[in-house]
């Protein structure tokens, strides 16, 4: 069985969020998902904390407040000094209590050396305490986010105003596979979603139905990176 951190738990809010659907991305009118997809989240994971060292995995998400959505227009230029008035569609008044864990990122074997559990576990409870250490944003740029920790017990103890209820959204966009190496194929994961009580639990990228290659993807490997040991000690000082 390979190596899983123990659960984290934190609470995101804001008064908007956009979790933009793909059939939706074509033109200037954007419209959201009802329920953030688990790579929405995972990129808020790893503004909270994150090191090539280990794969943040986003296990659950619980929707505290109702789904309601409220559609702006957007005033958007179009070239050549012209301007178009788009119309988006968010969610309003939004709040997410999040479960996830982390795992060794086993394409990674030079940051053996970085793989402390307890040090790498005690700065996510530290960065997840501070807010995180990016600023948060749920789904796009404009819809600012505000990240509180939360224990097990909150967690499992807060009540959904979709409690009771079962919502299937049919096939939704559900996460990317990155490349381990440069100038490979990006994957993109959709699958049937369901929450169940206010809680949708994530399948695994290999439990999803449906996997298309959008495209080869470059990127570098960072030449340095801070070992959690320089990390730990910062933080205690």
Known sequence: MSFKSKDLYFKIHGDYALWTSPESKGGGEKFTYSVPTRQGL????????????????????????????????????????????????YLADVCYYVKYHFEWNENRTD???D???????????RAIKKGGRRDTFLGTRECLAFVEAVTEEEYTQVESCHAGQTLNFGI???????????????????????????????????????????SNYEFKYP???????????????
Request: glycine residues 6%; contains cysteine; negative net charge.
């Open 42 to 89: 995972t990129g808020i994971v790893d503004s909270i904390y994150y090191k090539p060292t280990f794969k943040n995995i986003v296990d659950e998400v619980k929707v505290i407040n109702l789904i309601q959505t409220d559609t702006k227009g957007i005033r958007a230029m179009v070239g050549k000094g012209k301007a178009d008035l788009n119309y988006v569609t």
């Open 111 to 113: 940051l053996e050396y």
């Open 115 to 125: 793989r402390n559990q307890r040090k790498h576990e005690a700065i996510a409870e």
């Open 172 to 214: 939704m966009f559900h996460s990317f596979e990155y490349p381990d190496t440069p100038g490979n194929p990006l994957f993109a994961y959709y699958t049937n979603t369901i929450m169940a009580d206010g809680i949708i639990k994530f399948k695994r990228q290999n439990d999803c139905g449906i996997k298309n290659e959008l």
């Open 223 to 237: 030449k340095q990176i801070k070992s959690v040991e320089e990390e730990y000690k910062e933080m205690e000082e």
